[in-house]
């Protein structure tokens, strides 16, 4: 074990800003050159510690010993047999041993968490320049900073959003067909999920007969309630961090409510989630401002395990694409635990390799973001007989009334950029004010609007010849009914108000949105040094309606539940509707693996309405009936990474949907890799697929296949007798001469006598040099 090797970690705090530091070519990873110039080394530490400095740090030592599951994983691949007792016993002894050795050292250390399940190691507190003599300890194999964690931050910025687009959860039930599903009577009962998160507040109505308990990390206690107005109160501390995330929390209610909201609330807004009759459990591992600690997330994991989830939701994450994080690890060995994990893939945008940890992790689900088609209610507006445009809805109030607004004449008046102070130079009581795009986000716009007393607001682009604002920012307890206008318009009816105009809303109209459509701010795999085809899939995650605690909306609101609901955008709320849907497909089909769940769900995912890379979407969007109702598994049998006890790079099995062929230097020869893929039908009857394949070509960089003599060569017809498993090898061949590059496209596997049973398998592979 190299104990000295100091490897510098480009990152201080989880954020959602993925970092590069491969070797990189036309955007693909070169795993093999990257394994030649860097062997991991026992300090995973950022460049801020000090090894000389004797101020405390915490640390996470990871012990050579294998966890548990991750021990009897390898010895299958083996062909040995581990049991459990003797799995478990190997671990506790590494620890016991470990202890023994730390006590006869000088170190000033503290304990302060023991992890054997899912993670076999510690946290400790000791002083930096003691670090090095920690990594001399026996059977220590790497020692991690423990680095502060941050949730997923939901997206609010203006400029994220390329279309007008915001489901409601009452919309993305039915988009996903989940109300269909709830009829039959398939509502998750009696499948336990875990919310690793910011905590629930489980006295809200929609979610107070789902929750049954959890854990708190942050204090130490049973008590898993998110950080609240009167603890910020209590505390002393800055209302809004520098990041603008509140002292106060309801990350986690949002995301529990998409997975489990019951629809109690005496609300015209009561959410009922994807799996409403699910037992929901939260752990509470970020704390005030939705930050917390690395070490709390394992702990979370962990007891999550020993909890017996079935399913688990992590929305928080790294900015840091590594399957060998400690996150990413831990989330590895929970699914070996036989816990299907569901992670977020993160929010870092447009680019490729932008996937955060633990959305690494190869075994978990990891979940980009889409839209919902949305019908939108638009005007005509009228100044008097001097102006007419056409008016794009924005925004609404719990209680807008569009009829009344239709019915209505308003004063108008112009309020510049629409901030506290402009909305204090003009009366805006009972008026419709008209606003510039600028300076101020949309929603502030809007909340001043409200405050001001106005009916509504009109915002009009501040760019000219760029169309209407692109945004839908939904409906909210401090919003008002909001429209957009174009940049010439706006400025044709800022100079014809006086003060004796009168404005209407006419030619009332309605315009749907595509839906299916990828969300800018989700994170693009593949994941570094595999090459993984990450996020396996896609669901609904833009503007997403769902319960938060009454403190969000002001402390005027606090314990008033018929407004406690917020709009949220990011992977956050895409994770959570899998989530769900797992609950729902282990209460079908309780036999399922998480591997096998999670190649159910790529399966039988749908097509996006926009065409997208196999790294930004996996296999599609997710299509719960599909799901339900699949009687066939078509699952390749792969290999994925991890650490041996000698901090070398070993093999475990990966079982999943997707044809992941990796990196390839072909060194001026042909290349043929092959994959196994096994079709198990578990209906009475024989079925007979054609099996075609799709080369996607320029997407993100995708290489010409057939210009270049790439193929990948599968079986024209498969047939899978009733209740029998068959497996086909599946080859990708490229020539020598093959232009380096990715390449990428889907199988498309049809059922002969049935064409509407169709599935798809997305693949890929990298030539490198």
Do not use: C
Not at 79 to 91: C, D, I, N, R, Y
């Amino acid at each position: 074990m190299n104990t000295n090797l100091k490897r510098s970690k480009p990152w201080n705090v989880m954020v959602l800003s993925a970092l590069s530091t491969t070797l990189v070519f036309g955007g693909l990873y070169t795993p093999q050159l990257a394994a030649a110039e860097e062997k991991a080394a026992s300090l995973q530490l950022s460049d801020d510690i000090n090894l000389n400095s004797d101020e405390k740090v915490s640390v996470i030592v990871e012990l050579e010993e294998l966890p548990e599951q991750l021990a009897i994983a390898e010895a299958e691949e083996k062909g040995e047999t581990l049991s459990e007792a003797s799995a478990k016993a190997q671990v506790e002894a590494s620890q016991d041993s470990f202890e023994e050795d730390l006590s006869t050292t000088d170190s000033a250390y503290t304990i302060t968490h023991t992890y054997q399940t899912v993670f076999n190691g510690f946290t400790i507190e000791l002083p930096a320049n003691q670090l090095e003599a920690l990594s001399e300890v026996a059977g220590v194999k790497t020692i991690w900073e423990n680095d502060e964690v941050q949730l997923i931050d939901p997206v609010l910025d203006e400029t994220v959003l390329e279309e007008a687009i915001e489901p409601y959860m009452a919309d993305s039930v039915p988009y996903l067909g989940v109300d269909r599903l709830h009829v039959e009577g398939i509502t998750g009962e009696g499948v336990k999920v875990g919310v690793i998160d910011t905590g629930i507040d489980y006295t809200h109505p929609d979610l107070a007969a789902a929750y049954k308990g959890g854990y708190d990390f942050v204090d130490n206690d049973d008590d898993a309630q998110e950080t609240t107005y009167d603890d910020w109160l209590a505390s002393g501390m800055p209302e809004f961090n520098a990041n603008g995330n509140s002292y106060y929390t309801s990350h986690g209610t949002h995301v529990a409510g998409t997975i489990a909201g019951q629809g109690e609330n005496e609300s015209d807004y009561a959410t009922t989630g994807i799996a409403p009759d699910a037992d929901l459990y939260s752990y509470r591992v970020l704390g005030p401002y939705g930050s917390g600690y690395t070490a709390d997330v394992l702990g979370g994991i962990e007891r999550s395990v020993e909890d017996g989830m079935d399913v688990i939701n992590l929305s928080l994450g790294a900015g840091v694409n590594d399957p060998l994080y400690p996150t990413s690890v831990a989330v590895n060995n929970a699914v070996l635990s036989g816990v299907t994990a569901v992670v977020s893939a993160g929010n870092s945008g447009s680019g490729m390799y932008t996937l955060g940890s633990p959305g690494t992790s190869p075994l978990a689900i990891t979940v980009g973001a889409n839209d919902v088609p949305l019908v939108f209610t638009d005007f005509t507006g009228y100044l008097n007989d001097d102006f007419s445009a056409g008016l794009v809805n924005i925004s609404s109030g719990f209680e807008t009334d569009f009829d009344a607004l239709e019915a209505g004449e308003y004063e108008i008046v112009f309020a510049n950029l629409g901030s506290v102070g402009d909305f204090n130079q003009v009366d805006a009581e009972g008026k419709v004010a008209l606003v510039a795009r600028g300076e101020l986000a949309f929603v502030d716009k809007i909340a001043n609007a409200k405050a001001a007393g106005a009916e509504a607001i009109i915002i009009y682009n501040n760019l000219p010849g760029a169309g209407h604002i692109p945004n839908y920012f939904g409906e909210g307890v401090n919003f008002v009914a909001g429209f957009s206008l174009t940049y010439e318009d706006g400025i044709a009816l800022r100079d014809a108000i006086t003060e004796d105009s009168t404005f209407t809303f006419g030619d009332r109209s309605e315009s749907q949105t595509a839906g299916g459509v990828l969300a800018d701010f989700s994170s693009r795999g593949p994941v570094n040094g595999s090459f993984a085809i990450k996020p396996e899939v896609s669901a609904p995650g833009v503007s997403t309606l769902s319960p938060v605690p009454t403190y969000m909306n002001g402390p005027d609101y606090i314990g008033e539940y018929e407004f406690a609901y917020g709009r949220k955008s990011g992977t956050s709320m895409s994770a959570p509707h899998v989530a769900g849907t797992a609950a729902l497909l282990l209460e079908v089909k309780p036999e399922l693996t998480p591997a096998d769940l999670k190649t159910t769900l790529m399966n039988t995912a749908n097509p996006m309405t926009l065409d997208y890379s196999v790294f930004e979407i996996g296999a599609g969007q997710i299509d719960p009936v599909a799901a339900i109702e699949s009687e066939m598994l078509i699952q390749v049998k792969g290999e994925t990474e991890t650490l041996d006890e000698n901090d070398q790079v070993t093999k475990i099995r990966d079982l999943t949907g997707a044809l992941n062929y990796g990196a390839l230097a072909p060194k001026g020869k042909n290349v043929r890799e092959i994959q196994s893929v096994t079709f198990k039908n578990t209906s009475a009857e024989k079925k007979t697929f054609t099996v075609d394949v799709d080369y996607q070509v320029g997407i993100r960089g995708s290489k010409d296949a057939l210009a270049n003599g790439v193929t990948v060569q599968a079986p024209q017809k498969v047939v899978v007798p009733a209740n029998t498993t068959v497996s086909k090898n599946f080859f990708f061949v490229s020539p020598k001469t093959t232009e380096t590059g990715t390449y990428e496209g889907y199988i498309n596997v049809t059922n002969q006598a049935d064409a509407e049973e169709s599935y798809r398998i997305p693949f890929a592979a990298g030539i490198t040099n």
